[in-house]
C-alpha cells in the first residue's frame, strides 16, 4: 500500500504519495537487478514513476534510477528506494 506523503529526518526526504522498497544482496559478487512491480497496485501509472534513493549518512549515496533501469547491488549492501509519480 503506497503512502499518502512521507517523510525522512535521518535523510531529509519527504513527499507523497509514495512507497519505499529495499533492496539488499548477500551474494559475493555485485549484482544487477531489475524492479518489477505492479504499479496499478501500488496505485501508480507504469512509465511515470522515479525510483529515489535519498542520502542516508553511513548507507547510500543519493541516487536516481529510471523506471526498468538495472540497479547495481553491491556484495552484502543494499538500497532504500522511494518510489514516487514524476
Not at 63 to 82: D, Y
Request: net charge neutral; proline share 7%; aromatic share 8%.
Amino acid at each position: 500500500m503506497p503512502l499518502t506523503s512521507y517523510s525522512c529526518e535521518r535523510c531529509s526526504a519527504k513527499g507523497g504519495p509514495a512507497a519505499l522498497l529495499a533492496v539488499a544482496s548477500f551474494a559475493r559478487l555485485p549484482r544487477h537487478v531489475t524492479v518489477v512491480v505492479d504499479w496499478a497496485t501500488l496505485g501508480f501509472k507504469a512509465g511515470k514513476v522515479e525510483l529515489v534513493a535519498p542520502p542516508i549518512a553511513g548507507f547510500q549515496v543519493a541516487k536516481s534510477f529510471g523506471e526498468g533501469e538495472a540497479i547495481e547491488v553491491q556484495p552484502n549492501e543494499g538500497w532504500l528506494l522511494v518510489l514516487t509519480e514524476k
